[in-house]
Antibody, heavy 126, light 111 residues
Framework: EVQLVQSGGGLVKLGGSLRLSCTAS????????MTWVRQAPGKGLEWVSS????????FYADSVKGRFTISRDDAKDSLYLQMNSLRAGDTAVYFC???????????????????WGKGTTVTVSS | IVMTQTPLSLSVTPGQPASISCKSS???????????FYWYLQKPGQSPQLLIY???NRFSGVPDRFSGSGSGTDFTLKISRVEAEDVGVYYC?????????FGGGTKVEIK
């Protein structure tokens, strides 16, 4: 079964930091772009950040720009999200998802997210 | 790009059809002729799963009772005969412009 295994969530204080991990356990991560999507309690889906297969292209939502850093280590088949200066509004379930860039001439983020992790919960408290 | 879904919720008798609408604030048609619009379903307690890509293409393993249509800024997801396993929240999504954005979701429940 194709799957992404997530870890790293937890309870953190306002202004604190946390690093989320997402590991491809049954396929190599390297061919795929990757995306983080979050879901606040009882709310809808919100795109957070995306990284291309090469790691060269990285994008962030304005709400996290300057505070969050997406990265990847293809040798470990792992994706990361370093979250700093956490706010109450960052409380959410964070999902990682893979993106297959079919055409290299089309930006990778145009393509769909076909495999998702189960999510990891981040709670920011005062 | 703002994605607006209607209705917010839907209660459907098993075997009956259902329809969900999604409107985008800008056209999702790119110069390559493709429209970068998707439907996802998030079943209770699960992560989202892809249903439809590029408006009308069913993803692998998606039953043929699901169909997508539309163009430009107006899109529709139809379920020809709703089954109990179809309950959850349906989201539309655009990827033609950053930030990637989702609709607010449509909750489908069984009567």
């Amino acid at each position: 079964e194709v799957q992404l295994v997530q870890s790293g969530g937890g309870l953190v204080k306002l202004g604190g930091s946390l690093r989320l991990s997402c590991t491809a356990s049954t396929f190599p991560l390297s061919p795929f772009g990757m995306t983080w999507v979050r879901q606040a309690p009882g709310k809808g889906l919100e795109w957070v950040s995306s990284i291309s297969s090469s790691g060269r292209y990285i994008f962030y939502a304005d709400s996290v720009k300057g505070r969050f850093t997406i990265s990847r280590d293809d040798a470990k088949d792992s994706l990361y999200l370093q979250m700093n200066s956490l706010r109450a509004g960052d409380t959410a379930v964070y999902f990682c998802a893979r993106v297959l860039q079919v055409d290299p001439l089309i930006p990778f983020f145009y393509y769909y997210m076909d495999v998702w992790g189960k999510g990891t919960t981040v709670t920011v408290s005062s | 790009i703002v994605m607006t879904q209607t209705p917010l919720s839907l209660s459907v008798t098993p075997g009956q059809p259902a329809s969900i609408s999604c409107k985008s604030s800008q056209s999702l048609l790119r110069s390559d002729g493709k429209t970068y619009f998707y439907w996802y379903l998030q079943k209770p307690g699960q992560s989202p799963q892809l249903l439809i890509y590029e408006v009308s293409n069913r993803f692998s393993g998606v039953p043929d009772r699901f169909s997508g249509s539309g163009s430009g800024t107006d899109f529709t997801l139809k379920i020809s005969r709703v089954e109990a396993e179809d309950v959850g929240v349906y989201y539309c999504m655009q990827t033609i412009q950053l930030p990637l954005t989702f609709g607010g979701g449509t909750k489908v429940e069984i009567k």
